[in-house]
């Protein structure tokens, strides 16, 4: 069976309901190999990525999975996008997320834009009516497209997947966890990824070359 990596969730840290142990706990039941725990942050709370560490360090040490210390970007203003994200890296972070314009909250407009320009960011998430030039960007500068298993923020899949396939761009699918019931499965993700309208080769790369990709580029394997 495929093992699962999934690196967009949060923990008690920000909006999930689980501490980083029992994230990591349940998702390693669930057969994920790695996660990241990506908690949304501004500057009023990107430190707290240190203390994350510490009960990451605990379960890296002890169990058989692989927790990344990250961070989501969350509604800043663009202008300050790009210096979170260094913030984040400079805490920790080895994982960073931008929480992209997705259709079911007021993020605003030209965060997209900004993140797939930022050398700091990894991941675009749930970016909704991505642009294909935003999508060009994001392929030129290795950031990574999010298919996302979250309700609402899902509603854009299918259009993320066919932007992203026009230009080359490459996807992730991740569940964006907040509560034990949105973790998945790798079947579970294949799934999200065929409703998506992925093909099985490209449902290959979103789910296991692009992670291992992201990966590396961080060093993290
Ligand atoms: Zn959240
Ligand atoms: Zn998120």
Redesign the pocket.
């Known amino acids: 069976m495929n093992k699962r990596i999934d690196l967009h969730m949060?923990s008690l840290f920000?909006?999930g309901e689980l501490l980083p142990s029992e994230l990591a706990r349940r998702a390693s039941v669930l057969d994920n190999e790695t996660i990241a725990i990506t908690d949304?942050v501004d500057s009023s709370n990107v430190s707290s990525i240190a203390k994350l560490i510490d009960a990451i360090d605990d379960v890296n040490d002890n169990w058989d999975i692989n927790v990344v210390p990250g961070a989501e970007v969350t509604h800043v203003p663009i202008e300050v996008i790009d210096k979170v994200a260094k913030k984040a890296r400079d805490f920790g972070a080895k994982i960073v997320v931008v929480h992209g314009e997705t259709l079911a909250e007021p993020v605003i407009e030209g965060t997209n834009l900004t993140a797939v320009k930022s050398e700091n960011v990894d991941i675009l998430a749930h970016p909704g009516l991505i642009t294909i030039e935003e999508a060009e960007i994001a392929k030129e500068n290795n950031i990574f497209l999010e298919i996302s298993a979250r309700a609402g923020h899902s509603l854009a899949n299918g259009h993320v997947a066919k932007v992203a396939n026009e230009v080359g761009a490459d996807l992730v699918i991740n569940t964006d966890t907040?509560s034990p019931d949105n973790l998945i499965t790798f079947d579970e993700a294949k799934k999200i990824g065929l409703g998506a309208g992925l093909t099985e080769k490209q449902l290959e790369k979103a789910l296991v070359e692009n992670p291992i990709k992201i990966l590396k580029k961080r060093y993290l394997i």
């Open positions: 949060h920000s909006d949304h907040h």
